[in-house]
């Protein structure tokens, strides 16, 4: 065996470039891919038969994740994704969120619900990025760049409330 040997490699029916970090769901790897320059997809690997799929988006979405999708997230052990109107960030500006839940995977339907902007008040000038989905359901939030004071964002979509966490100690970055 080779000294720098980490495993097989599987073989798979479509070649595609991965284009974002994925996202392991109950067993099943899941990222955003392209075929070629036209055809977006959502790849979802399931870990246990090495075996692939692909979720192919058509026109409409294809624009608005390739241009807007930053974040996979674990929603209810199902795929989601957040999408803002403003290039996959959240401002002050942000008017609204299109939350995109993949509710059959061999269908290849999405289910989408629209997020009210309720946040204008608490995150003055920062540009916001999505980190991840908590258990609970809670968008996590943080900014792009360390500002003093530095804060963390939750936004729990059942009750529809926003908590602003004070992060200390990162004066000095």
């Known amino acids: 065996m080779e000294e720098n040997y980490y495993g097989e490699f599987v073989d798979c029916s479509i070649p595609h470039t991965p284009k974002c970090v994925g996202i392991c769901i109950n067993g099943h790897l899941y990222y955003k891919a392209m075929e070629n320059e036209y055809q977006w997809m959502i790849v979802r690997f399931d870990i246990r038969s090495e075996k692939f799929k692909f979720t192919t988006i058509n026109n409409?979405?294809?624009v608005q994740i390739q241009f807007l999708l930053r974040t996979l997230?674990?929603?209810?052990?199902?795929l989601g994704a957040l999408i803002t109107d403003l290039d996959g960030?959240?401002?002050r500006a942000t008017t609204c969120i299109e939350f995109w839940v993949l509710d059959d995977v061999e269908e290849h339907k999405w289910w989408r619900h629209y997020i009210p902007p309720l946040w204008e008040s608490l995150v003055e000038n920062y540009w916001l990025v999505i980190v991840r989905m908590t258990r609970n359901g809670e968008i996590v939030l943080t900014s792009l760049?360390?500002?003093d004071p530095f804060y963390t964002f939750y936004y729990n979509m059942k009750r529809k409330?926003?908590?602003?966490?004070?992060?200390?100690?990162?004066e000095s970055f």
């Open 89 to 91: 960030m959240f401002s």
């Open 161 to 170: 409330t926003i908590t602003r966490i004070k992060i200390q100690g990162m």
């Open 73 to 78: 997230i674990d929603y209810k052990v199902k």
């Open 60 to 62: 409409y979405e294809a």
């Open 145 to 147: 760049e360390l500002y």
